[in-house]
């Protein structure tokens, strides 16, 4: 994780920086399965209520190389602005960036029905409305790429750490144990 690259939304008159966001990190997410599986790491450095305009490559400068050649932002480089590769700053902390997935209440029942645990009738009763969690983190919203619904991505940057941790990214660029460097 010695390299980065920033990739910044530009604003739009017709389209929102959310819509625009999550329209990169879709792009981003399936470019990541294709060309550089675990080896690339993302953050978003202007996250507050909502992950801001800019999503933060990590990697190698190798691995950035490789998903930077492979022309990832096609159809979207008049939306975004992104740097060059650009080496970790030597004073950067680090921290996690991970998924923070809440059960819901649906799941909950369904997978209490399909084991055979409840009936549908004492699911309903049993696991009430009132057990949904609501995550209060900015996130991404996507379309599923196993089977095509739309599902939010909550993203949650942990505290900041004097050394790195090393550990694999998911294909959302994502870990709950390897650590980005933060600057």
Same mark, same amino acid.
């Given at each position: 994780?010695?390299?980065?690259?920033?990739?910044?939304?530009?604003?739009?008159?017709?389209?929102?920086?959310?819509?625009?966001?999550?329209?990169?990190?879709? &792009?981003?997410?399936?470019?990541?399965?294709?060309?550089?599986?675990?080896?690339?790491?993302?953050?978003? $450095?202007?996250?507050?209520? #909502?992950?801001? @305009? #800019?999503?933060?490559?990590?990697?190698?400068?190798?691995?950035?190389?490789?998903?930077?050649?492979?022309?990832?932002?096609?159809?979207?480089?008049?939306? #975004?602005?992104?740097?060059?590769?650009? $080496?970790?700053?030597? @004073?950067?902390?680090?921290? #996690?960036?991970?998924?923070?997935?809440?059960?819901?209440?649906?799941?909950?029942?369904?997978? +209490?029905?399909? &084991?055979?645990?409840?009936?549908?009738?004492?699911?309903?009763?049993?696991?009430?409305?009132?057990?949904? &969690?609501?995550?209060?983190?900015?996130?991404?919203?996507?379309? +599923?790429?196993? @089977? %095509?619904?739309?599902?939010?991505?909550?993203?949650?940057?942990?505290?900041?750490?004097?050394? $790195?941790?090393?550990?694999?990214?998911?294909?959302? %660029?994502?870990?709950?144990?390897?650590?980005? $460097?933060?600057?």
């Amino acid at each position: 994780m010695d390299y980065y690259q920033d990739i910044t939304v530009l604003p739009d008159p017709e389209f929102n920086e959310t819509v625009l966001m999550n329209a990169v990190y879709a &792009k981003l997410h399936r470019a990541i399965c294709q060309f550089a599986p675990s080896k690339i790491g993302v953050s978003f $450095p202007a996250v507050g209520k #909502t992950l801001g @305009n #800019t999503i933060r490559l990590h990697g190698t400068e190798a691995s950035l190389e490789l998903l930077d050649t492979q022309k990832w932002r096609q159809g979207l480089q008049d939306y #975004t602005l992104a740097t060059e590769l650009l $080496p970790v700053p030597a @004073n950067a902390k680090f921290r #996690t960036v991970k998924r923070v997935q809440a059960k819901s209440v649906h799941n909950k029942r369904k997978r +209490s029905v399909a &084991k055979g645990w409840l009936t549908e009738v004492q699911a309903q009763e049993k696991i009430p409305d009132t057990q949904f &969690k609501v995550l209060k983190l900015p996130y991404a919203q996507l379309k +599923s790429l196993s @089977n %095509g619904n739309i599902m939010r991505v909550y993203i949650q940057h942990g505290e900041l750490q004097e050394c $790195p941790a090393v550990g694999e990214f998911n294909s959302y %660029g994502l870990s709950p144990t390897a650590t980005i $460097p933060w600057f």
